[in-house]
């Protein structure tokens, strides 16, 4: 029998939520309002706090803690700058100094004593003898230089080495300017010594050494200061690098800027220590010097004739003296101006005296080279006159009295910064210099040397590479 299927209830709905008065439900929306405030300030309190902490954190960690990576930097840098300094020391030029006989050296600082009576004969050991003070003494510096200690030569931008077959240049240490005046203003006459004899000497000795020979002699330095030093033999070793106080002496395929050095005389003047200044120099212009020269000198003459006479204008003919370097000094140390007019040659030693005094040097010498131009803008330092200007009755001085005091003493700081270049004596002077421009040498020298060993005839009238650019005292006046 069949069953009826009982009656499914419907679900039942949830008990209604008991109704909330008005007034109360608005309270109850204003409490919710607050609290999500309240939890949004306090979110914003937090991240500020962290990120202030986190600033803190950064701070002390940077300036009182550096990271591990940061020590390995500095390390890595360290190394670097050691490795940078043994590959700067390795690539400098290396010079070797011949071991010469001492008769070429020493040697002529005893005859130009004895010749001078102040020694009566040889003596045993002549490395004793001091060399004498003149203003081509910088053959001396130069030698001394490479006599020292390596550790010594601090500064230097070449290295010598004793072993001749590392070497890239080789220096030849003859006291040639000395040579030149041993008999001059000694006694007359029991003495007797050659320098022509000297240099012919030094030729057949440099002839016969195995490095001479391999390249011709270009990759050797003799120094040559006095423009007469060496002439005699100039023909036999004018592939060299010389060292010369100017080319006003030397034919252009014997000298030039291309290949050669132009080094400073060395000054006789004592060095200004002061600082610049302008109220205490009276003078308007100084010179004191030999007043009748030969060829280019001869502007000399005509300068005494139209200065001699103007007002706070110190003009004297004067010889190389003690008496006449200590009254120079004075007046040099006093003076706004010094006048360098050339002599026999374009150049002379009163432009290093008036550099180290701070007197702003005139310069009247238009065929003048000067040492170290690719570092120094003479410019700067002093003024230049065409002679055919400075001759013009006035014209001299009326542009001297146009110069103003402060301009003078921009003349007078740009000296005082260039100074050193000029001092033999100064650990960063004038040696290290000659030793930087004869360094910047070596290129053409190997370009000569290789080009030598392929040529296999070249006419005589043809111009040699190494004989460009020597001043000829001319205006380019078009191409």
Same mark, same amino acid.
């Given at each position: 029998?069949?069953?009826?299927?009982?009656?499914?209830?419907?679900?039942?709905?949830?008990?209604?939520?008991?109704?909330?008065?008005?007034?109360?439900?608005?309270?109850?929306?204003?409490?919710?309002?607050?609290?999500?405030?309240?939890?949004?300030?306090?979110?914003?309190?937090?991240?500020?706090?962290?990120?202030?902490?986190?600033?803190?954190?950064?701070?002390?960690?940077?300036?009182?803690?550096?990271?591990?990576?940061?020590?390995?930097?500095?390390?890595?840098?360290?190394?670097?700058?050691?490795?940078?300094?043994?590959?700067?020391?390795?690539?400098?030029?290396?010079?070797?100094?011949?071991?010469?006989?001492?008769?070429?050296?020493?040697?002529?600082?005893?005859?130009?004593?004895?010749?001078?009576?102040?020694?009566?004969?040889?003596?045993?050991?002549?490395?004793?003898?001091?060399?004498?003070?003149?203003?081509?003494?910088?053959?001396?510096?130069?030698?001394?230089?490479?006599?020292?200690?390596?550790?010594?030569?601090?500064?230097?931008?070449?290295?010598?080495?004793?072993?001749?077959?590392?070497?890239?240049?080789?220096?030849?240490?003859?006291?040639?300017?000395?040579?030149?005046?041993?008999?001059?203003?000694?006694?007359?006459?029991?003495?007797?010594?050659?320098?022509?004899?000297?240099?012919?000497?030094?030729?057949?000795?440099?002839?016969?050494?195995?490095?001479?020979?391999?390249?011709?002699?270009?990759?050797?330095?003799?120094?040559?200061?006095?423009?007469?030093?060496?002439?005699?033999?100039?023909?036999?070793?004018?592939?060299?690098?010389?060292?010369?106080?100017?080319?006003?002496?030397?034919?252009?395929?014997?000298?030039?800027?291309?290949?050669?050095?132009?080094?400073?005389?060395?000054?006789?003047?004592?060095?200004?220590?002061?600082?610049?200044?302008? *109220?205490? /120099?009276?003078?308007?212009? $100084?010179?004191?010097?030999?007043?009748?020269? +030969?060829? !280019?000198?001869? #502007?000399?003459? %005509?300068?005494?004739?139209?200065?001699?006479?103007?007002?706070?204008?110190?003009?004297?003919?004067?010889?190389?003296?003690?008496?006449?370097?200590?009254?120079?000094?004075?007046?040099?140390?006093?003076?706004?101006?010094?006048?360098?007019?050339?002599?026999?040659?374009?150049?002379?030693?009163?432009?290093?005296?008036?550099?180290?005094?701070?007197?702003?040097?005139?310069?009247?010498?238009?065929?003048?080279?000067?040492?170290?131009?690719?570092?120094? *803008?003479? /410019?700067?330092?002093?003024? $230049?006159?065409?002679?055919?200007?400075?001759? +013009?009755? !006035?014209?001299? #001085?009326?542009? %001297?009295?146009?110069?103003?005091?402060?301009?003078?003493?921009?003349?007078?700081?740009?000296?005082?910064?260039?100074?050193?270049?000029?001092?033999?004596?100064?650990?960063?002077?004038?040696?290290?210099?000659?030793?930087?421009?004869?360094?910047?040498?070596?290129?053409?020298?190997?370009?000569?040397?290789?080009?030598?060993?392929?040529?296999?005839?070249?006419?005589?009238?043809?111009?040699?590479?190494?004989?460009?650019?020597?001043?000829?005292?001319?205006?380019?006046?078009?191409?």
């Amino acid at each position: 029998m069949n069953r009826k299927p009982k009656p499914i209830s419907p679900p039942m709905s949830p008990p209604p939520l008991p109704s909330i008065p008005n007034s109360q439900s608005h309270k109850t929306l204003t409490l919710i309002s607050l609290m999500a405030r309240k939890s949004s300030l306090l979110k914003q309190t937090l991240i500020v706090l962290a990120l202030f902490i986190l600033a803190v954190y950064a701070f002390v960690n940077t300036f009182f803690s550096p990271p591990v990576a940061a020590d390995a930097d500095t390390t890595f840098n360290k190394l670097s700058q050691q490795n940078s300094n043994i590959e700067f020391k390795s690539s400098k030029v290396k010079v070797y100094m011949y071991n010469l006989p001492t008769k070429f050296t020493y040697g002529i600082i005893e005859q130009h004593s004895m010749a001078r009576g102040g020694l009566v004969g040889p003596v045993a050991d002549v490395s004793m003898l001091k060399y004498p003070g003149h203003q081509h003494m910088g053959e001396w510096y130069v030698f001394s230089d490479l006599s020292r200690p390596e550790s010594e030569r601090v500064g230097s931008p070449v290295v010598k080495v004793t072993d001749p077959g590392e070497a890239d240049l080789f220096f030849v240490p003859v006291f040639s300017s000395l040579s030149l005046v041993v008999n001059v203003g000694g006694p007359a006459a029991a003495h007797r010594y050659s320098d022509e004899e000297m240099q012919e000497e030094l030729v057949e000795w440099l002839e016969q050494q195995e490095y001479w020979s391999r390249n011709s002699g270009r990759d050797h330095v003799i120094i040559a200061g006095d423009p007469n030093a060496m002439l005699r033999v100039m023909d036999r070793i004018k592939n060299a690098v010389l060292l010369v106080s100017d080319f006003g002496r030397l034919r252009v395929d014997q000298g030039s800027l291309v290949k050669d050095v132009v080094i400073p005389y060395s000054h006789r003047i004592n060095t200004y220590t002061g600082d610049p200044r302008v *109220d205490n /120099r009276n003078t308007l212009l $100084f010179f004191m010097g030999n007043r009748y020269r +030969k060829e !280019g000198g001869k #502007i000399r003459d %005509l300068l005494f004739n139209i200065l001699e006479t103007e007002e706070d204008v110190v003009i004297k003919h004067g010889t190389q003296s003690r008496e006449s370097r200590r009254a120079a000094t004075q007046m040099m140390h006093t003076s706004k101006f010094c006048l360098n007019p050339a002599g026999d040659t374009p150049s002379a030693c009163r432009l290093f005296d008036a550099i180290v005094s701070l007197c702003v040097p005139v310069i009247v010498s238009d065929s003048i080279e000067l040492p170290f131009e690719d570092v120094i *803008d003479y /410019r700067k330092i002093a003024v $230049f006159v065409e002679t055919s200007a400075a001759i +013009k009755p !006035g014209f001299l #001085i009326s542009t %001297l009295r146009a110069v103003t005091p402060d301009r003078i003493l921009e003349y007078q700081r740009e000296l005082k910064k260039v100074q050193r270049y000029f001092i033999y004596d100064y650990p960063n002077g004038a040696v290290n210099e000659i030793w930087r421009e004869v360094s910047q040498k070596l290129p053409l020298i190997k370009i000569m040397i290789n080009r030598d060993k392929r040529l296999v005839r070249r006419e005589s009238s043809e111009p040699v590479c190494s004989s460009l650019c020597t001043n000829q005292s001319g205006l380019i006046t078009s191409l």
